[in-house]
């Protein structure tokens, strides 16, 4: 669903004097819009760890806190 698409579903609502006061918007339309911010939010979160991880691995080799390369590797699906 497009930005397009989503604005020719809302609808406006307006007060005796024509000014627009709310917005009608489909319940799976709203949903999908929902789940698009939800997307975008995610990343942010998954920015966030990868920094802390990274600072803290950063801090854990400062310390000589090391382990063998290959458990790095464990767990991960080619």
Known sequence: ???EHIQQQVRYLTNQEGKTTDVLIPLDTWE???QALTAETHPIDSKAELIADFKQSLID???GKT???EELWEGIEE
């Open 61 to 63: 080799a400062k310390q």
């Open 67 to 69: 382990f063998p390369l």
């Open 32 to 34: 999908t819009i929902l």
């Open 1 to 3: 669903m497009n930005l």
